[in-house]
């Protein structure tokens, strides 16, 4: 009988912890994490020049494998303009909202959304050079400062010339408190995790769109956040510049 009880007692003590271990991850789908991602997003960016950006599209002609395969670098490109539907599209891919409860294209863990995607408009019919914080929620662009940094952002990248020869350049910020407040040390990994989900859905939108793009990850970060002039919360982890084939 003893020896019944004491089985049973570590099933209990095996089930509890098994309990909380799942519960970290499962809390995801029972927050009200549309409330939390909201007022994230919002932060600082109040700014007046508000841009409506075109809806994007949810469907399109290039099946994801054929987008896989097409898929690759591409640091030369036409010096023809991208459109507002252009640039709706590829942030669509990024960060855009595919259901009601606010979750994104991309994974994200524990739903805390750590990223911020910005724009620098080189070349983008309807919009004035400079950068611009994109609200995944409204589907707009918030005007952060309307200046021309691309030979600028160019030589703090290394001199790589795709910065400054793209139409835009899509830059991946990332707030890394939000996932760190819950996850300690781990949520470190978990941002970059996810900042290779949201760049390589671009990659691949990019691809199915007929656009070349590349990540860039070398250059001096101190030097383009101080040029991006971003929230003092938000550390830059990848650009892309994106423009028309030659
Ligand atoms: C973390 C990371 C950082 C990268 N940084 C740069 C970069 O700064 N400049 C660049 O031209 N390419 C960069 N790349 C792109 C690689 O050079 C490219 O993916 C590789 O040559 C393979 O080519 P593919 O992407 O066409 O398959 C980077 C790729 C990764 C994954």
Redesign the pocket.
Known sequence: MKKIIYIFGIFIVLGGLAFVTLNTFTEISTQPVNQISLSNTNQNFDSEDMIQLPEPTTDGKVSLEKALTL?????NYSNEALSLEDISQLLWSAQGITNERGFRTAPSAGATFPLEMFVVANNVEGLSKGIYHYSPFEITLEVIHLKDIAAELMRA??S?S?IAESAVVLVFGAVFERTTDRYGERGIRYVHNEI?HASQNV?LQAAAMDLGT??????RDEEVEEILDLDPDIRVL??MPVGKLK
């Open positions: 898929r690759r670098s591409i640091r990248s290394h790589q795709m290779g990659h590349v990540v860039i990850g070398a250059y990848y650009m």
